[in-house]
């Protein structure tokens, strides 16, 4: 039985789960070609050599109109790669148009954009040239994200709406990893408990908790733990993306192994900021 492991022991976000699962993949080159035709508005995929603690690794880079999403962790000293919650798939009401005094430098890419609902997403998603497997999962996971947001915040999932441009940058997350899996086909794919950071996050709406209230509603029935490193490791997306295709959270299986992954982050920490998947078979 073909086995994928994510070893989640720095967390879990949308690009470094792309990374990592592309590591795997037989063609990256030709994957990250395949993802750049399907014409996403205004974005531009790439994959990086990128190096944590001396370990070498892919990092998935996703460009909005030439402009990359800044983290929006308080401002601790530390930060993850992402941070979802404040804008990348977060949901938003529509009345949050802008955000707050730490993300001013990136406000330019923001302006004249407005806010996408699920029925918007799902246009989008339906549209691009995907096999109907791929479609129905990434869909099913922003729907998970819609739900969780929906009940952080108190809202029907037709209410929530999700910043344009964050949409836009966690669907390629979102599309790029349900690709990934179609293609490699594992049998089963099982992950580490979650490591999910800690510390306090900034959003639209104020500064909260680590994991932020969506991911931790995501999170829910799924081991995790904090620690000492001061960050959001795991966020919506990425919680999102293990709720749908994580069949079981266990150590690490008696497998043969025949390749590894290593999806790295943009930040840097004392631990490796990757996130390691594991390609193998067990019996």
């Not at 910043?163 to 293609?183: M, P, R, T």
Request: glycine fraction near 10%; hydrophobic fraction near 40%; aromatic fraction near 4%.
């Amino acid at each position: 039985m073909k086995i994928i492991y994510l070893d989640c022991g720095m967390g879990a976000a949308g690009d470094m789960l792309t990374a990592a699962l592309l590591e795997l993949h037989p063609e990256p080159a030709a994957f990250i070609e395949r993802m750049n035709a399907l014409a996403l508005p205004g974005l531009k995929i790439s994959a990086l050599p990128a190096v944590k603690c001396g370990i070498t690794g892919t990092r998935v880079e996703v460009l909005i109109g030439g402009a990359e999403e800044e983290s929006a962790d308080a401002a601790d000293g530390h930060s993850h790669e992402e941070s979802h919650f404040h804008c990348r798939g977060h949901a938003q009401e529509e009345h949050h148009h802008h955000h707050n005094h730490h993300h001013e430098e990136r406000s330019h890419s923001h302006e004249g954009h407005s806010h996408a609902g699920m029925r918007e997403i799902e246009a989008l998603i339906s549209g691009l040239d995907l096999p109907e497997k791929v479609r129905g999962d990434a869909l099913a996971v922003y729907a998970l994200i819609a739900e969780a947001e929906g009940k952080v915040h108190g809202r029907p999932v037709s209410e929530i709406h999700f910043h344009e441009v964050g949409a836009l940058d966690a669907i390629a997350d979102i599309v790029g990893v349900s690709l990934l899996i179609h293609e490699l086909a594992p049998d089963r794919i099982i992950a580490s408990p979650v490591h999910v950071g800690s510390g306090h996050v900034h959003c639209a709406h104020g500064v909260l908790p680590i994991p932020a209230p969506a991911a931790a509603e995501l999170l829910r029935g799924v081991p995790i733990y904090g620690g000492s490193v001061r960050g959001e490791l795991c966020t919506p997306t990425g919680a999102a993306l293990l709720r749908r295709f994580v069949s079981e959270f266990a150590p690490l299986p008696l497998m043969k192994l025949s390749k590894v992954g290593y999806g790295m982050g943009k930040k840097d920490f004392e631990r490796a900021n990757c996130l390691r998947a594991m390609l193998g078979e067990t019996e």
